[in-house]
């Protein structure tokens, strides 16, 4: 089961009494825990029905003591238990003892009146512990994993109409170009647009530019994308920009060195028929800047991207040798790309 289909169940009255979640998304898992109680508890209950822990300062056993006592003055608890490493195959930072017995035993018979949540810090549980196949069988488990490409813009284009703003064509992708992928600062940027241009409104790629702040990396990204597209006046503001800002030009050439670098694993990935994800998965990005960096890798030759990785990689001994001026060594790079 997926988060969609649980959080439709749950606004059904489909409740199961046991969440196990767990993946890099933490945003979209706290979204998910905050659904649930809107859903479970009434706003005047929750002082009383919402109980935290934390298991690398509390022992599962305690968990399962508050769940099983009869709630006072409420119909049903929902306990939200963070940091459960007891189901990945990761070492506890701190030793506890916890009784996992007493859990699967719990598992097989869970409390009616309480609902536990289990967060867990990690991207994979551990599927060799019997007590993530016991829950898997007793209760929901739910991976938050990065969206895709297009389930991203889908994402940023539902939060500005649940915002009660409209967009232009293209302002998603600007939004994303700007703020990046990490969806509480795409959250953020859209309460202020929508804040911006007021209810009803509507947000352009205009009003990104001009109120989104973009960071380091999406402005090498843009340089990058100016390189490739001979846009060398609007390649050589960016770098300035970046100067002004007080950026290290070695730390700039290798940032922009990592943007050529992965754009030749994609190309090169691509060309052995691997999906967009499987792409992702391979070298540890996001779905969409793998989606941005394909539509980059078109415009460059696989020998060209040597070539560039291979000037770099000159340019980075002669900045730190001090064979040539940081800043004049970046400005004649990119000049000799453009040429």
């Known amino acids: ?14 409740v199961s009494p046991l969440y196990l979640l767990y993946g890099s998304e933490k945003f979209r898992m706290n979204e998910f825990t905050a659904m649930l109680e809107e859903h479970l508890i009434a706003k005047e ?13 509390t022992p599962v056993q305690a968990v399962i003591e508050e769940a099983e006592t009869v709630p006072f003055m409420v119909e049903r608890k929902l306990l939200l238990v963070r940091d459960a490493a007891l189901f990945t195959a ?31 810090n990690g991207d994979k549980l551990d599927e060799r512990k019997k007590i993530v196949k016991s829950i898997k069988t007793a209760g929901t488990v739910l991976a938050f994993n990065p969206l895709g490409a297009e389930e991203l813009l889908r994402w940023v284009e539902k939060g500005f109409r649940e915002r009660g703003c409209s967009i232009a064509p293209g302002t998603a992708e600007a939004l994303i170009a700007s703020s990046g992928t ?16 007021g209810t009803g409104g509507r947000v352009d790629a205009a009003a990104v530019e001009s109120l989104v702040h973009r ?35 070695i730390k700039i050439a290798s940032l922009i060195t990592r943007q050529f670098r992965i754009i030749l694993q994609v190309k090169d990935l691509s060309a052995l028929s691997y999906s967009q994800g499987q792409i992702a998965s391979q070298l540890g990005l996001h779905p969409y800047a793998v989606k941005l960096a394909g539509e980059q890798a078109h415009k ?27 800043v004049l060594g970046l400005e004649l790079f990119m000049l000799r790309l453009g040429a």
């Not at 990490?182 to 241009?197: I, R, T, V």
């Open 1 to 14: 089961m997926d988060a969609k289909t649980a959080a439709k169940d749950i606004k059904q009255g489909k």
């Open 45 to 57: 209950d929750r002082d009383f029905a919402v109980i935290p822990f934390d298991l690398s300062e």
């Open 90 to 120: 990761g070492k506890e930072k701190v030793k506890l003892e916890h009784n996992v017995e007493m859990l699967s035993e719990y598992m097989q018979h869970p409390a009616e009146f309480s609902v536990i949540v289990f967060m867990v």
């Open 182 to 197: 990490g969806l509480q600062g795409l959250s953020a940027e859209m309460d202020k647009l929508c804040l911006f241009a």
């Open 215 to 249: 960071g380091t990396e999406q402005n090498i990204f843009t340089l990058v994308e100016d390189i490739a597209n001979l846009r060398l006046d609007k390649a050589l503001n960016t770098l300035y920009e970046l100067l002004k800002q007080r950026e290290e030009p």
């Open 300 to 326: 460059f030759g696989s020998q060209r991207l040597r070539q560039i990785l291979s000037i770099l990689a000159d340019l980075d001994y002669q900045m730190k040798t001090g064979a040539v001026d940081k």
